[in-house]
């Protein structure tokens, strides 16, 4: 055989080996990308910075609500006015404690803002720990709790700020924000206050079961 005839078989050769090795190498990449597709870690950290986001947004809405239920707290607990004209006998004046609803109000508020203030270390465990299940589940029932004392003392104090605003025909009740203007108005900013911090609970709660949900 001369070197004419074998030079092309070489050449035959060589490319097909550099066909199976290029074959190879796609076969290979392609069977990493299935693995890492494929891998529990790969997920388990896509999960865990959802997670993560989801309780950092739970922390911000939680200074929100500490921050409304505060508001309505101290404003509740501060309304009072005294009319500048007064009798021999009578002095005419408002306060909150005046009424039973409003002091349950400023309590109740009191309540659900110390427990927001408490509640704030264990969204920080959930943001540092997003895979862990038993602080979201605290906070979760806590949380449902809180929103039912938080609703009962907005919706009773609603009540009465309508009737302050309006009175009742039929009750003979009269109605004195005409006379005790200041004193309306902060009751009615401490119950719209509260009625924010109802908003951003049924938020934080509906947050904590997916997060749940997807654990």
Request: net charge positive.
């Amino acid at each position: 055989m001369n070197r004419s005839d074998s030079a092309p078989m070489i050449s035959t050769h060589a490319e097909s080996s550099s066909s199976r090795r290029k074959a190879a190498h796609k076969d290979e990449a392609y069977h990493v990308m299935r693995v890492l597709a494929a891998d529990p870690k790969h997920d388990h950290n896509k999960g865990a910075g959802w997670k993560k986001g989801v309780a950092v947004l739970d922390f911000i809405l939680r200074l929100g609500a500490t921050a409304a239920a505060l508001g309505a707290t101290v404003t509740m607990a501060s309304s009072e006015q005294t009319l500048p004209f007064f009798t021999q006998f009578f002095q005419f004046s408002a306060g909150y404690d005046d009424m039973p609803t409003f002091t349950f109000f400023v309590i109740a508020m009191a309540i659900v803002s110390g427990y927001l203030v408490l509640s704030l270390p264990f969204s920080i465990v959930s943001i540092v720990r997003p895979k862990l299940v038993a602080p979201r589940l605290l906070l979760l029932i806590f949380d449902t709790v809180a929103l039912t004392l938080n609703t009962s003392a907005a919706a009773a104090a609603a009540a009465i700020v309508y009737l302050a605003h309006n009175g009742s025909s039929d009750a003979n009740w009269l109605a004195i924000c005409q006379q005790f203007t200041d004193f309306c108005q902060q009751t009615s900013g401490s119950v719209v206050s509260a009625f924010v911090a109802v908003v951003m609970f049924t938020v934080l709660i509906l947050l904590s079961a997916v997060a749940l949900r997807k654990a």
